[in-house]
């Protein structure tokens, strides 16, 4: 299995092992752009893995802060409550860069930086860039997605 993402199109799409397509599924990139700087905000390019996956069996639209649910389940209500914040849902595929000097250690370091595919209030998503540096997915798409792949699989990130 492989994932590439690709930001022009703002699409995820599932290989598997002979390239072939499994599935495909909008996401939503960083409003920022490209790039692979700590703080930058924009998401990054190139090789990555993923380094682990969170949230197993937890109930959809679970909140995480700092990669812990917080015990909430959002609900358009909740998102009243903070419109601002930037709602990490229902599991995260924690990725980690492959590329030494590029998006794996110094200051590029995509793990470091703590950039997840995760899901997102689908009450908000749009197929347009607009996260902080994850790839954003609706729910029900990443829970497909996160019961099809392991950890340690191959995901690319490409800008066209």
Same mark, same amino acid.
């Given at each position: ?16 092992? =002979? %390239? #072939?397509? &499994? $599935?495909?599924w909008p996401v *939503?990139? =960083? %409003? #920022?752009? &490209? $790039?692979?700087?700590?703080? *930058? ?83 908000q998503f749009q ?9 954003r997915m609706r ?22």
């Amino acid at each position: 299995m492989k994932i590439r993402i690709n930001i022009a199109e703002q699409r995820l799409d599932l290989l598997d092992d =002979a %390239e #072939r397509l &499994v $599935g495909t599924w909008p996401v *939503s990139t =960083a %409003e #920022r752009g &490209v $790039g692979e700087a700590c703080g *930058s905000g924009c998401t990054p390019r190139g090789e990555h893995i993923i380094r682990a996956k969170i949230g197993q069996d937890l109930p959809v639209n679970t909140v995480f802060i700092g990669r812990r649910p917080t015990g909430e389940i959002y609900s358009p209500e909740l998102g009243e409550l903070e419109p601002e914040r930037d709602w990490i849902l229902s599991r995260i595929l924690w990725l980690s860069g492959k590329e030494i000097g590029f998006n794996r250690l110094g200051n590029q370091d995509t793990m470091r930086r703590y950039i997840y595919i995760h899901g997102t209030p689908d009450d908000q998503f749009q197929q347009t860039p607009r996260s902080h540096g994850c790839i954003r997915m609706r729910n029900e798409d990443l829970l497909t997605l996160f019961d099809l792949v392991p950890v340690y699989t191959p995901v690319e990130i490409l800008e066209t």
